[in-house]
């Protein structure tokens, strides 16, 4: 293990040495990496492919967890359990994401924004929480 993690580092600083990074010419750094993250996530194909990986993605492991495929009976559920999670945390994902950016679009600051994804979120939560104690969603 200790090898691996000196092979890591030495790969990472060779790396490093060959390449600049973006805004490494004195122009402002920050400006430069969202910028071209910006022009990436601007892209519709690059929502689209985003979109069908994650779909094609959720509905294997959802088929491969009650489908009988002959995997055991653990490991269907754990996947299963997975599929939850995941979809959970977009769905969660996309309650932060509105609130903020509702915020923001009204002209608030970022830390307005981050108050309002926080405070749906945890209304959200606590919902999840009520509607378990009420009649058990979960288990």
Do not use: C
């Amino acid at each position: 293990m200790g090898l691996l993690v000196v092979a890591t580092f030495v790969a990472v600083a060779r790396i490093g040495a060959q390449r600049t990074a973006p805004g490494a010419d004195g122009s402002d750094r920050y400006a430069a990496v969202t910028g071209a993250l910006r022009d990436f996530t601007g892209k519709p194909i690059v929502w689209a492919v985003a979109f069908i990986a994650v779909t094609v993605g959720v509905g294997a492991i959802t088929l491969l967890a009650v489908g009988d495929f002959g995997l055991p009976e653990g490991l269907s559920g754990s996947l299963l359990t997975v599929v939850y999670a995941a979809v959970g945390l977009m769905l969660t994902g996309f309650v932060f994401l509105g609130a903020y950016f509702s915020a923001r679009g009204r002209g608030l600051g970022n830390a307005h924004g981050v108050a309002a994804g926080s405070f749906a979120t945890g209304l959200v939560f606590l919902l999840v929480i009520a509607i378990q104690l009420l009649v058990g969603i979960v288990g």
